[in-house]
């Protein structure tokens, strides 16, 4: 109310500053009718209507109203009438009620001219009859019993129609029960009362405290599912999933909290929670949190597709990280993150990295930075682990070991990177950088095998792990990316891999027809590019994102090039039509092919090339954010 407050009286003061020029150009003699032609005004319209009963009858005392870019409501006449005057351009939906009937679906309007005229509205009669009277006993009238009538000055404001229409709750029934108990027993009625007067208290003192924090966030209620090719979208195999995501975000003095939980239910139910705390910026910038995960298997199809013995897996992750700006020109950040996963046998797996970055000239935007880590990765990490950021899906895949006598084998990654970065103009930023890394067994994700007792096609949502072998990896890359307009950023970036395998797989056999494992001693040089696209649309409101990965050693068994690609493409458009009380409500629809959620530098260069024929992936839904 007083952001409200403020931003008229910012507007009256900007038309008292603007009216002294105008009366004096008036007094030139400029003609008025210039005037009112260079003062553009939004074009309102007026919107009318009729009410109607099922009998085609009019219906007075509807209240109708409009939600759109603004928010008006009418009642409709004795002839059952409405309209609505001086409503901007622009969508609406509009609603009707009426005490006795039941209200219709909302109906999605244009207001694209002066005046329009919406179709009638027709109202059926509850199967409940709300209008009968209640007589003594809850006795309904009989013969010669006059009916007990409503009087006819009743508010039929939506204010008033929403009053009359709650329903009873829990404290009203027991603040009755208590009443007539208490009888004329003050002294019982007086501590009843006084309870209760407390009990409303501590709860008028939660929420308030709920109400001063500034939260703010987004739910996501979404719906995915995977598929090889296109037809599969019409079959039952590819049955969509549903999923629901919730984000909160509290700042503090001294930082900001951030929630997140999802939820998917099905023949594969799953779920996961995490919590950080993220420092405000400062000489020491750091960040906690954890995260639990688990998936349970309901049998049925997902059981037999499946060659795991355990239905159930849970993880679960500790992480920590702290930048600190040691002087002006150099910065220091370390962190570390512990996880355990119950479904390995070296069940707890640590992963600690540590960079030093390091400014030549003071306030200037060239950067050189060293890092170093160790990466200790299990099979299925991703499902349980949640992103940084962006919206996360809950584990809807099963996998199960290649090997069962071997069983699962986490990954192990040692990562040297030096690069150097600077920024010109603003809006260009170019980066090079050196790295080193060694794997040991390798994660080699396999999609579309054959699968024991599975039909055709049934196991697009299954994949076998195995381990690669060993590898080193020499690589350079260079990066390019550009901020072209406000609303429109891009970049670029190339990087080439010098590879030598050290020795054979442990899962050598059952990979042996497999032309995407190298032989031992094998050296291969790999190629690179990753293409971004970030733009939003100021008219229509609408952000699309796109990601093309091209590598000259993903599976290329369907490319005649011999190099294959993936992808990555989100759509969120924006329905104002649909946003109420402050909060805004979005449409996602993304598509992807890429197996990992995202791409970074200290991860494997192989993580996501040896991830084999990796269906693709839609998801769609609605986000409210709030």
């Not at 210039?34 to 009729?50: D, E, N, R, Y």
């Not at 939660?206 to 079959?235: I, K, M, R």
């Not at 420092?279 to 997902?302: D, F, I, K, N």
């Not at 920024?423 to 699968?451: I, K, N, S």
Request: aromatic fraction near 8%.
């Amino acid at each position: 109310m007083s952001r409200r407050l403020g931003s008229c009286t910012v507007a009256a003061l900007m038309c008292v500053a603007a009216a002294t020029p105008a009366t004096a150009q008036i007094g030139a003699g400029t003609p008025a009718v210039m005037l009112s032609a260079a003062a553009p005004i939004s074009p309102h319209a007026v919107i009318q209507g009729v009410v109607l009963d099922a009998q085609g009858q009019p219906l007075a005392g509807a209240v109708v109203s409009a939600f759109g870019s603004t928010t008006v409501f009418a009642v409709s006449d004795p002839e059952g009438r409405f309209s609505f005057r001086n409503v901007p351009y622009g969508p609406y939906l509009v609603r009707a009620h009426l005490q006795g009937y039941l209200p219709p679906r909302a109906r999605l309007i244009q207001v694209d001219r002066a005046s329009l005229t919406v179709s009638a509205i027709a109202l059926a009669r509850s199967a409940r009859d709300d209008d009968a009277p209640v007589l003594t006993a809850g006795v309904g009238p009989g013969e010669g019993v006059a009916p007990v009538e409503e009087p006819e000055s009743h508010d039929h404001g939506e204010v008033a129609w929403r009053l009359r229409h709650l329903k009873r709750s829990v404290l009203k029934d027991a603040v009755a029960s208590v009443l007539a108990v208490a009888g004329s027993d003050d002294t019982f009625l007086g501590d009843s009362l006084n309870g209760l007067g407390r009990a409303i208290g501590s709860s008028a003192r939660l929420a308030s405290f709920l109400a001063d924090v500034p939260w703010n966030g987004h739910v996501d209620l979404l719906t995915s599912t995977s598929f090889d090719h296109p037809q599969e979208l019409l079959s039952m195999q590819a049955w969509p999933r549903g999923v629901a995501f919730i984000s909160l975000e509290a700042p503090t003095a001294g930082g900001r909290w951030e929630m997140r939980g999802a939820l998917t239910q099905g023949e594969l139910s799953s779920w996961i929670v995490a919590t950080s705390f993220r420092r405000a910026p400062a000489a020491h910038r750091y960040e906690a949190g954890w995260s639990y995960g688990t998936q349970s298997s309901l049998g049925g199809a997902v059981a037999a597709r499946s060659a795991a013995a355990d239905l159930s897996r849970t993880v679960g992750a500790l992480y920590a990280s702290d930048e600190w700006a040691v002087t002006p020109r150099v910065a220091v950040a370390y962190g570390a993150k512990y996880a355990r996963y119950d479904y390995l046998t070296d069940r707890g797996l640590f992963s600690p990295r540590a960079s030093v970055t390091v400014t030549p000239v003071a306030g200037d935007t060239f950067h050189l930075r060293a890092a170093v880590s160790q990466r200790e990765i299990a099979p299925g990490a991703e499902a349980f682990i949640p992103p940084p950021a962006g919206p996360w899906l809950p584990p809807e895949r099963t996998f199960s070991a290649l090997s069962a006598r071997r069983g699962f084998t986490p990954e192990r990654l040692d990562h040297v990177e030096l690069s150097a970065e600077r920024a010109w103009g603003g809006d260009l930023v170019t980066r090079v950088r050196a790295f080193h890394q060694r794997v040991d067994d390798q994660l080699l994700t396999l999609f579309g095998l054959g699968l024991p007792g599975a039909a055709g096609g049934r196991g697009v949502g299954h994949y076998y792990v195995a381990s690669a072998g060993d590898v080193d990896a020499r690589g350079w890359g260079v990066r390019v990316s550009r901020t072209m307009a406000a609303r429109l950023r891009a970049s670029v970036d190339y990087t080439r891999i010098d590879a030598r395998w050290l020795g054979e797989s442990p899962d050598a056999a059952p990979l042996s027809l497999l032309v995407v494992v190298a032989r031992p001693n094998a050296r291969e040089r790999v190629h690179d590019v990753v293409a971004s696209v970030d733009s939003s649309l100021p008219v229509t409101d609408t952000r699309v994102s796109v990601l093309y990965a091209v590598n000259s050693r993903f599976d290329t068994r369907q490319a005649a090039s011999g190099v294959g690609a993936r992808f990555d493409v989100r759509v969120t458009q924006a329905l104002p039509f649909l946003n109420f009380a402050g909060a805004e409500v979005e449409m996602l629809m993304a598509v992807r092919s890429l197996f990992r959620d995202e791409l970074l530098d200290d991860a494997s260069v192989y993580d996501e090339i040896l991830a084999v024929r990796p269906p693709k992936r839609m998801v769609g839904g609605v986000t409210v954010r709030f």
